[in-house]
């Protein structure tokens, strides 16, 4: 294709069917992809979009599972220490507090906002504007909201921490003997469902529900997936997607 | 291979925020907003280079004290041992931790450094115009922004560390000067990093006028 006609399609036809890498600021036309698969750019390989099932009421069940988490793992113990009789143990809190009474303020900040206050806030974030959207419930605020999900991204640092946690384990064995606490496996699973809601998000969906405040069409199954190819077990789900809002419309 | 263009070439620009493609005068006087999230646009990130130099600057300023100064001191029994983050892989290759010792080594030696060094590379790439493959810089990139956070290790150890072992006068860790100055590299080149614009990298690329 011609650039010149490249410039003519981006400009008089609907924007959104065009994107633009935002690693090397090549541009291209939108393509549909298959449930369950990434776009990547042609040029430099970066990760451009992808395409989730059900992007919003699964992560809205994995964020909602990690709010739940977060408090067992923010107060109960992490790991417990024995040393010559005397025991102790050591919450998420309870390390941002012991710096900061050291006075290094700023690095138990740092520890605050790296292993609880984004991950919290990042899941609250997510959680308000999913279900916003499930309710049909478009505000600017939602939008901001979103917007503020976005800053906060990779802030979060769940995983180095269950590292350090290791780490700290390791360097006291020969000190005195350790164990784990309930919170760690509070951790563990808050930190697994952060790591499930980045693979089961897709932000570009969210974003266009919030841009047109409107539901995702459900896939009619004897339209086919004409448009948008889904194979394997995809069709099922939406069939079983269909089948269950009938049946909502028959009871009602 | 197909013809690309850059969006800035077609008159058009990504938002930062949400990836959405906008038309964009190319002129940073006029302020321009995402429709979609408000965004203000640009085609490339404003005074990028210069702001990931000042960052990258102040980071490896602070990653000397970080290095120098103790960031933990360990006292049993009345002695206070205070051990710099070098020391900390010592003692760990003495405890026979080797593994453990390697991650430590990694993420908070290694990772900050070669940040430093990656985007310095980078930086004198797009002023000097050095004929690098753009792909192996972008990979490099994306490299530096995916490890910057693994450096924090050492200051979660820290934490954990001085919370758990306060037993009066038997066994206390504390925490030492470096890890305020450590905190600060990891945070600056973090921000380098993300203050650095990618896009600069292929900007003079062949298919790109
Ligand atoms: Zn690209
Ligand atoms: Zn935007």
């Not at chain 1, 099932?53 to 909602?64: E, F, K, N, Q, W």
């Not at chain 1, 923010?74 to 710096?99: K, Y």
């Not at chain 1, 974030?125 to 959207?133: D, E, R």
């Not at chain 2, 038309?23 to 640009?42: K, M, N, S």
Request: aromatic share 10%; net charge negative.
């Amino acid at each position: 294709m011609a650039t010149s006609d490249i410039r003519q399609n981006a400009l008089h036809q609907d924007e959104g069917e065009w994107l633009a890498c935002h690693e090397c600021d090549a541009v291209f036309r939108k393509q549909a992809i298959d449930v369950r698969f990434d776009a990547y750019c042609p040029r430099c390989g970066c990760h451009l979009y992808a395409s989730r099932p059900d992007t919003v009421r699964r992560t809205l069940a994995l964020s909602l599972t990690g709010l739940i988490l977060f408090f067992p793992a923010v107060l109960l113990p992490i790991i417990g220490l024995d040393v010559l009789g005397m025991s102790n143990s050591a919450t998420l809190l309870a390390a941002v507090m012991a710096l900061f009474n050291e006075g290094y303020w700023w690095t138990s900040f740092l520890v605050l906002a790296c292993s609880i206050a984004v991950p919290f806030i990042e899941m609250l974030s997510l959680t308000v504007v999913l279900i916003a959207i499930s309710l049909d419930h478009y505000n600017p605020w939602v939008k901001s909201m979103f917007k503020f999900w976005h800053l906060l991204k990779g802030w979060g640092m769940l995983e180095v921490y269950l590292i350090g946690v290791l780490v700290s384990m390791v360097k006291l064995l020969d000190m005195a003997s350790v164990h784990i606490g309930l919170g760690l496996y509070a951790f563990i699973g808050m930190l697994l469902m952060t790591l499930l809601m980045t693979l089961s998000l897709d932000t570009e969906e969210v974003w266009e529900f919030l841009e047109q405040g409107i539901h995702a069409p459900v896939p009619h199954p004897e339209a086919g997936s004409a448009s948008t190819a889904t194979p394997n077990g995809d069709d099922q789900v939406a069939t079983e997607r269909y089948a269950l809002k009938e049946e909502g419309l028959n009871r009602r | 291979m197909m013809d690309i263009r850059s969006a800035r070439s077609l008159g058009m620009a990504s938002c930062s925020l949400c990836h959405k493609l906008c038309r964009f005068v190319d002129d940073d006087e006029i302020a321009q907003y995402c429709p979609r999230c408000g965004t203000r646009l640009h085609s490339r990130y404003p005074n990028s280079v210069v702001r990931t130099w000042a960052l990258l600057i102040t980071a490896a300023i602070c990653f000397l004290p970080a290095n120098l100064y103790p960031i933990m001191v360990v006292s049993q029994l009345g002695n206070d041992t205070p051990s710099t983050i070098f020391g900390g892989v010592v003692t760990l290759v003495h405890h026979g931790a080797y593994g453990i010792a390697a991650v430590v080594f990694i993420a908070s030696l290694v990772v900050p450094f070669l940040k430093l060094i990656g985007l310095v590379i980078l930086l004198i790439k797009i002023q000097r115009g050095w004929h690098l493959n753009a792909n192996q810089c972008t990979s490099m990139y994306r490299m530096i922004e995916f490890i910057g956070r693994w450096s924090m290790l050492d200051i979660f150890v820290i934490a954990l560390l001085a919370a758990l072992v306060n037993l009066g006068a038997v066994a206390r860790i504390e925490a030492g000067p470096a890890a305020t100055a450590f905190g600060l590299t990891v945070v600056l080149t973090m921000l380098a990093a993300m203050t650095f614009d990618p896009r600069l990298i292929w900007d003079k690329e062949v298919g790109d006028e």
